[in-house]
């Protein structure tokens, strides 16, 4: 218990230490999948329900609780509403890594402050399903582990690690599988109780599902995760070359040895490889106990990857890959002290001969993170750069301010608006209704939906649309639309004609604040 609380102290010192770092970084980037959820909660807060008035294909969770963010906050800026939410990432990753301290110890220490370090190069400090998820995946990781040695665990152990496995499919389509296979695996092979662990899972999950049940609507999820299934999912990558995703999945550390040195993170990813796949073989062989452990928590990594990611990926390549790093560094970090502990005790006490082995073990587990560290200082290096907050603003989240807030003056009552292909927030900061449940418009998922934005346009042609690359889309109703000019350019907002003779001159004249004009 000493040591835990020793640990804990050092993350709190870590973590007030960080925040100035935290702060710093708050604007750095600009994401169109963490607008997803922050839109969706904003117009759910407006009593619109998710995935029938608002299309998405991804779990409703983060836009939930963007919508109770949004309603408590209240932020009254653009540069607010960001900097809310990825507190919220901030404090949710602390509330977690202590949770991970005090119940497995060192493992839970390092994963916590090395993760914190590099989950920027695969932006796990915005809001986003992948960075939510990465805490309840790594802590049903270690439980298993535990459980699997024949471990006790406690009480709160097994209530947290059921709230874990059912925060995980309200948060990551993708992971859904892992769940199952869990579960699966621990009414097998009978390590607890079946009746006690499904009573258990189901209670937590059963809270999700009624929490979420007045803000989403479960027929159209799963009209639209059928859609994505079929399309995204089966119809891709993964569908084309099954080997392929078997390789990037259930081979990934070999896949990340085999091709690291194409970038930094890509070293980095290979250098952590080395490590896990080192200390699998070391106790695969001198702890028989161990090796179910090993075996179950390989095949979960694999599960955690479910999506191609090519290992080398960083940034928005490579957030899809951000649950499989936090799963896969923590079991690297939890076998590599397993080694360590094999040798420091377990050796010494069986025969004198296997003293030396311990001193080898002991040098060469020193020599890799010197390694692994000379290898990683990049990502040190970047945790601790200064970034200028004022610059980030202008550069990433400007135009959204200046078009939504031109739109807002240009509007009036009964004025919708139609944002193409992603910059939804132009969508928070006009403060106007969108023209279409699809608030991105990539239309990838199904061809039907298509039709569907085509029917909305025959109906009620949008007052407003913001059209960064998609002209193609609307060319027949081109002549109902008038361009507005940014400067001396034309820019991608369009008003409909009949709107312009309705328009006031104090509003002709306030847009030119921000360069545009009719």
Not at 199 to 205: D, E, S
Request: net charge positive; aromatic share 20%.
């Amino acid at each position: 218990m000493i040591k835990k609380i020793l640990f804990l102290l050092i993350f709190i010192a870590f973590t007030f230490a960080g925040y100035k770092n935290f702060q710093s970084h708050v604007f750095s980037l600009h994401f169109v999948d963490e607008d997803e959820n922050i839109i969706a909660g904003y117009y759910m807060g407006k009593g619109e329900k998710l995935y029938k008035d608002i299309f998405s294909h991804k779990q409703p969770l983060p836009a939930v609780v963007s919508m109770f963010e949004q309603k408590l906050q209240k932020p009254n800026s653009l540069y607010l509403l960001i900097k809310r939410h990825r507190e919220v990432v901030y404090f949710y990753s602390v509330f977690w890594s202590i949770i991970l301290i005090v119940t497995f110890g060192l493992p839970g220490l390092l994963f916590s402050l090395i993760f914190e370090i590099i989950k920027g190069f695969q932006l796990g400090n915005m809001f986003l399903s992948e960075s939510l998820v990465v805490f309840p995946l790594v802590y049903t990781l270690g439980y298993l582990w535990k459980i699997f040695s024949e471990k006790k665990v406690k009480l709160f152990e097994t209530i947290l690690f059921s709230v874990s496995l059912s925060l995980i499919p309200f948060l990551q389509f993708t992971l859904i599988p892992y769940v199952i296979v869990a579960l699966f695996i621990l009414i097998v092979l009978k390590k607890v109780n079946v009746i006690q662990l499904l009573t258990f899972y189901l209670l937590p999950f059963t809270f999700l599902f009624l929490f979420c049940l007045p803000f989403v609507d479960y027929y159209y999820y799963l009209n639209n995760t059928l859609s994505a299934i079929c399309s995204v999912y089966l119809g891709g990558t993964a569908a084309s070359s099954p080997l392929y995703m078997f390789y990037y999945s259930f081979l990934r550390p070999f896949a990340a040895i085999l091709e690291m040195g194409k970038s930094d993170f890509g070293t980095f990813t290979g250098i952590l490889s080395i490590g896990y796949l080192l200390s699998f073989i070391y106790l695969f062989f001198t702890q028989k106990k161990l090796r179910i452990n090993l075996i179950i928590t390989y095949i979960f990594l694999g599960l955690c990857s479910l999506r191609i990611v090519y290992p080398d990926k960083a940034l928005y390549a490579g957030f899809h890959g951000l649950p499989w790093l936090g799963a896969f560094l923590f079991i690297t970090i939890y076998q590599i002290v397993g080694v360590l502990r094999v040798a420091s005790y377990e050796f010494i006490n069986k025969s004198k001969k296997l003293i030396n082995s311990k001193y080898i073990i002991l040098s060469i587990t020193i020599i890799y993170f010197i390694f692994l560290i000379h290898n990683s200082l990049f990502l040190i290096q970047d945790y601790y750069r200064p970034s200028d907050r004022e610059t980030d603003f202008y550069v990433n989240y400007s135009r959204f301010y200046d078009y939504g807030q031109t739109i807002r003056i240009l509007s009036g009552k009964g004025d919708k608006l139609l944002v193409l292909p992603a910059e939804q927030l132009i969508y928070w900061q006009s403060g106007l209704p969108h023209a279409t449940r699809f608030l991105y418009v990539y239309l990838f998922v199904d061809p039907r939906y298509k039709k569907e934005l085509y029917d909305y346009w025959e109906k009620t042609p949008p007052a407003f649309i913001y059209d960064e690359d998609n002209l193609s889309l609307f060319k027949k109703w081109w002549p109902e639309y008038t361009r507005i000019r940014k400067g001396k350019e034309v820019s991608p907002l369009f008003i409909r004609k009949d709107k312009i003779k309705s328009l006031k001159a104090w509003q002709i004249n306030e847009i030119k604040r921000f360069g545009f004009h009719l």
